[in-house]
């Protein structure tokens, strides 16, 4: 079965993308907290094809769950950064804890996301894509969700599911 896992804290915002996924015959695993996106990659582990990222995670006000007591995810904001660097493209795994030294860093990572990406952003995904060159390159796709124009972030979701 070819799995993906979205770490999302609001998921009626991602029907339309669920709907795609499905299309290209995706099962879509949705969690709302680190300590469920780490149980799924390790539960599912070769069936996962891409993991699907929120930057905003409200509800994600520190990584303590999954024993990363150091990351400051500022109330949530930047819960999804954090994610990535310590957990799916960290510096090392040396200090990490055992469950989350085993995840496979070659899974591609997409981000969606409705805050809008900025130069700084940029710089984190270069950084995040030259810190593990061999994993396929993380890829940021903004939603808008104010109006109709949502519609080219769908396309541009869809052709990334379709050629994943």
């Given at each position: ?83 990535i ?58 939603k ?12 541009k ?8």
């Amino acid at each position: 079965m070819n799995r993906i896992i979205w770490l999302e804290d609001n998921s009626s915002n991602i029907i339309e993308e669920i709907v795609v996924c499905q299309k290209y015959n995706y099962t879509v695993k949705i969690c709302q907290q680190p300590r469920q996106l780490i149980s799924n990659l390790i539960e599912y582990g070769n069936e996962v094809r891409l993991v699907i990222i929120d930057i905003m995670l409200r509800g994600v006000i520190g990584l303590d769950d999954i024993g990363i007591t150091d990351s400051d995810t500022d109330r949530g904001f930047r819960a999804g950064w954090n994610i990535i660097d310590r957990v799916l493209r960290p510096n090392s795994v040396a200090y990490l804890p055992s469950s989350i030294k085993s995840i496979d860093r070659k899974i591609p990572v997409l981000i969606v996301s409705t805050k809008p990406i900025r130069e700084k952003d940029n710089k984190i995904i270069n950084y995040f894509n030259e810190r593990y060159p061999e994993s396929p390159k993380i890829i940021y796709i903004e939603k808008n969700q104010m109006d109709d124009s949502n519609e080219v972030a769908i396309e541009k979701f869809e052709q990334y599911i379709k050629n994943l």
